[in-house]
């Protein structure tokens, strides 16, 4: 999770037509399913870029 600064306008959908003014929100970064990633925004989960040879020479 991230919490974000803006203007933001929050809604509880089905409740309500009403929206909530906020200046941060949560935000998700990943998901982890059964021990394993699913879902990740960011790629926090993944080696960095210059620390790892390409996964195909040929490129």
């Given at each position: 999770?991230?919490?974000?600064?803006?203007?933001?306008?929050?809604?509880?959908?089905?409740?309500?037509?009403?929206v909530?003014k906020?200046?941060?929100?949560?935000?998700?970064?990943?998901?982890?399913?059964?021990?394993?990633?699913?879902?990740?925004?960011?790629?926090?989960?993944?080696?960095?870029?210059?620390?790892?040879?390409?996964?195909?020479?040929?490129?």
């Amino acid at each position: 999770m991230n919490v974000t600064e803006g203007d933001f306008g929050l809604v509880d959908n089905g409740t309500s037509h009403r929206v909530f003014k906020a200046d941060k929100r949560i935000v998700c970064e990943m998901t982890v399913k059964g021990g394993q990633v699913v879902w990740d925004k960011n790629g926090r989960s993944r080696d960095d870029w210059s620390a790892t040879p390409p996964t195909n020479p040929a490129l």
